[in-house]
């Protein structure tokens, strides 16, 4: 029989075959472990993780019933959950998505959500920026540009990423310069900042109407596996999916 620290071992080993799984693109295998995983511990980032996992595999409806699950536990983490309103868009619920994203800052100015991005809470607005884009949805407009300047009132928000990207959107900032802001010392690091980077370089292209540069663009962002953690990625590929299928 195993001692606790033993268990303890052979679990984070499981675990992080798991992720390795995710992180080859063998997703349903990574499902079949973070469902035995789940068994063992449900935990937050044990149902949040499988709710990634079931959204890698197209199981919109599964992956949703995980999040919604994880973010209502008696004792979550104060973090936002901003793939909520990724699922809700990716099934064409729109609307929904962005009330979700509103939702989401809602609890962090209540304070029932305290450990956001490195800027203080600047990625949430940023999505519902982007969602306000889209025909039917400009009334999000405002709301998202107001908690994006709330955001930037501070020098959490106007020194740390994504905080930068708000400048950029206002049109205050360059693509090259924001690029450079995206860079770190750090491979992984990097590769998350550029990858949102990329991502709010082709919402402009959106929002002037430049569809072609958007898709291109988004390509960036799809093609990077080891973003599949962040909203942006899982946007990029719904959005350039539907576009081919609206193609074929």
Known sequence: MLSNSEHSDTYSLRWNLAWEFAL????EEALMSFDTLLIERRSYVAISTRGLMRLMT???DGALEDLQEARNLPCPP????????????MQGSYELACEDWMYEISRRRSKEVTHCD???????PLLLWWGSIHEGLRHWRKPAEEEMKNRMRTKQGQN??????????????????LLAHASSSY????????????FYIAAQYLENNFEQHYLEQLSSVASEQQLITHAEYHLARYVLSESHKSAA
Do not use: C, T
Not at 24 to 27: I, S, T
Not at 160 to 177: A, C, D, Q, T, Y
């Open 24 to 27: 080859n693109g063998r997703y």
């Open 160 to 177: 740390n990423w994504p905080g930068m990207v708000v400048p950029f959107l206002f049109h205050k900032m360059s693509r090259e310069k």
């Open 78 to 89: 104060k973090v936002p959950v901003p793939l909520i309103g990724v699922i809700y868009w």
């Open 187 to 198: 491979p992984l690091v990097q590769l998350k900042q550029q990858g949102q980077a990329q």
């Open 118 to 124: 490195a800027a203080g809470g600047v990625q949430v």
């Open 58 to 60: 197209n199981d919109l």
